[in-house]
């Protein structure tokens, strides 16, 4: 229980400070835990960065609020631009939820930064939440998952 509790606080940190990094933290775990508790602590590890990027997500959501961001957001350009992403992404939920779970399990682009955007234009949060979930549990469990069969197989020892 204290594993878990610990991988989900650490996973929620690593989403709030980029300095953190869940999978190093992962790998660390994955070398003494059994590859029956991979899907559970990949799971923990998904919830707890969840967690954190929501807080970005709603980072990104009021952002456009903030007096010096709209100064910034004035020019004709860059509503423009604005303009088009919010279209794409209202538009073709499939394919922002594809975007929004490939850099959740590749990392590019970075889900940091894609968390921040999709509260920004507007994403629908259960689509951020669900796609994001996903990727963050496949990438962990790939991360752990590989830890644990390298220690069963006496690569790391």
């Keep these: ?28 775990i994955g ?13 923990v590890a998904a919830l707890g960065q969840m967690t954190g990027k929501a807080v970005w997500y709603q980072v990104g959501r009021s ?23 919010q279209d794409r992404t209202q538009g073709h939920p499939g394919l922002t939820g594809l975007l929004v779970f490939t850099s959740a399990i590749v990392g590019f682009p970075p889900f940091a930064i894609v968390s921040v955007l999709a509260g920004q234009l507007r994403v629908p949060f259960w689509l951020f939440l669900t796609t ?26």
């Excluded at 610990?6 to 790998?27: D, H, M, Q, W």
């Excluded at 003494?32 to 991979?38: E, K, N, R």
């Design 1 to 28: 229980m204290i594993l878990l509790l610990s991988t989900f606080g650490v996973c929620c940190i690593s989403a709030l400070v980029p300095l953190v990094n869940a999978e190093a933290y992962l790998a660390g």
């Design 31 to 43: 070398v003494i835990v059994d590859s029956s508790d991979v899907w559970a602590l990949s799971v």
């Design 63 to 85: 952002s456009l609020q903030w007096p010096w961001v709209r100064r910034k957001t004035q020019s004709a350009r860059w509503q423009q631009r604005y303009q088009t992403w």
């Design 132 to 157: 994001g979930l996903v990727g963050r549990t496949a990438r962990f469990a790939t991360v752990l998952g590989g830890m644990t069969a390298l220690v069963e197989h006496g690569v790391i020892t």
